[in-house]
């Protein structure tokens, strides 16, 4: 089936009057960015809508890479034919070529957009579903619930032809809602939490804590792999800051607070990640956290940890069963990453039995009794290092994005 262009449909984004000209215009260049490669494909913009003519650039790849983007909800790929009836239908036929002969449920729907069109849309839903089902007998129509939909367009310089709905990323084009810090780890969560604050239009920066030399340079490079992986949703770049942390979490240690070891460490990196929000000019900082999962994600270590900052904290997981979490991780492309073996900062330092219930005040106290503590914590900040990942550069020769959309 040889498609003339891609239909692309915005999300919730096209409520929000005054700030439809900047998405739009963000989805554009996000548009623009995939098209590069195919530099016959044009973009045209009509009744709110983006068109891509692929004027024979392949359907299938540009397709692959648009399901990607945030702020489109869906794309149908579209035949263009003159608004003329014997035109419509023979585009007709021709979607309706790509399904093999199983029997299915069909119907026409028609939408007459130019007045002037002399058949109106019920008239048309028959003119043009007729002609299908003489040609294809093995369809019949089912106008409540059919299995294939065929839908036409009619503008006047043109009518559209189609079947076709793929849902896309939806959400809001990346970075027209402002900026946040997103704490990633190397685990399965962060990432996840990551793609879904870039969904909903946030900017994000990441920020990681390591231990060397607890922390192997492998353990560092699967980081680095997957802020480059996220990246690729970003649609350009995405900068990662590397915070040496071995020095503040030996102070922990000698401080002998075994049960409270992740609440200090949390706090301590929650406190960081705000300075450096303050010089990014990000305004909230994302996290893994899933309530329940481990000691340090009851509500009680929540509260007693969020409490150091005044950032907003955004859990876009908190809700989440580890079973959702880890199908977006596949869906997205960081699971296997996530899964390989090298040991995070934290797991190193994980007690015994780590505090499920820690008292705010006592938490205050111990760090109190930690000497130079925010000299440490300045000290860190200032050997942070800081990376520009880009999907495109890569560490294994790989272009980073997922495989499929389920
Ligand atoms: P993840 O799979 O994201 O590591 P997790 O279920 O293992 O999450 P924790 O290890 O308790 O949970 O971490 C909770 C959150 O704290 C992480 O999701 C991440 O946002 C942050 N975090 C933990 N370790 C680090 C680290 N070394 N650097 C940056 N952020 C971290
Ligand atoms: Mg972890």
């Known amino acids: 089936m040889d498609y003339e262009m891609i239909m692309l449909r915005f999300g919730e984004f096209t409520i929000k009057g005054r700030n439809r000209m ?45 399901q990607d983007i945030f702020g489109i909800v869906s794309l149908s790929p579209v035949k263009r034919t003159v608004p003329d009836l014997e035109a419509i239908r023979e585009a007709a036929l021709d979607v309706m070529k790509g399904y093999d002969d199983t029997p299915r449920t069909f119907k026409a729907s028609v939408r007459r957009v130019w007045k002037e069109f002399p058949h109106g849309s019920q008239e048309m839903n028959h003119l043009v ?52 810090m997103l704490l990633l780890s190397g685990g399965i969560d962060s990432p996840v939490a990551g793609w879904h604050a870039m969904r909903k239009g946030l900017e994000v920066e990441a920020v990681h804590f390591y231990s060397f030399p607890f922390t192997s340079e492998q353990a560092r490079d699967k980081v ?44 301590a990196m929650l406190r960081i990640t705000e300075k450096l929000a303050e010089q990014a000019g990000a305004s909230a900082i994302v996290t893994g956290e899933s309530l329940g999962q481990v000691a340090s ?33 596949e869906k997205i492309g960081t699971f296997a990453t996530s899964i390989l073996p090298f040991e995070d900062c934290c797991t190193l ?39 520009e990942l880009n999907a495109e550069t890569d560490l294994s020769g790989e272009t980073a994005g997922r495989d499929e959309w389920f």
């Open 22 to 66: 900047r998405f739009e215009k963000r989805l554009k260049d996000q548009v623009l960015r995939v098209l590069k490669p195919y530099p016959a494909a044009l973009i045209t913009q009509s009744f709110g809508r983006i068109y891509i003519e692929l004027n024979g650039e392949p359907y299938h790849p540009i397709a692959q890479r648009l």
């Open 129 to 180: 579903g007729g002609h299908v089902l003489r040609r294809y007998p093995q369809l019949r129509v089912d106008v409540r619930h059919p299995e294939i939909e065929l839908r036409v367009e009619i503008q006047q310089e043109a009518a559209y032809v189609f079947s076709e709905v793929v849902p896309t990323a939806g959400g809001f084009p990346y970075g027209t809602n402002g900026k946040a």
């Open 224 to 267: 680095i792999e997957l802020a480059r992986r996220l990246s690729y949703y970003s649609g350009g770049t995405l900068r990662l800051h590397l915070v040496p942390f071995t020095d503040i979490q030996t102070s922990f240690v000698s401080s002998k607070q075994d049960p409270l070891m992740i609440t200090l460490m949390r706090r």
């Open 297 to 329: 994600q009851t509500l009680a270590s929540m509260n007693v940890i969020g409490r150091v900052v005044e950032l907003p904290l955004l859990r876009p997981l908190v809700m989440m069963d580890k079973q959702e979490i880890i199908n977006t991780a």
């Open 349 to 387: 330092f994980v007690p015994k039995s780590p505090s499920t219930n820690p008292n705010l005040r006592v938490v205050e106290k111990v760090e109190s009794f930690i000497p130079q503590l925010d000299e440490l914590l300045a000290k860190a900040i200032e050997e942070t290092e800081v990376m």
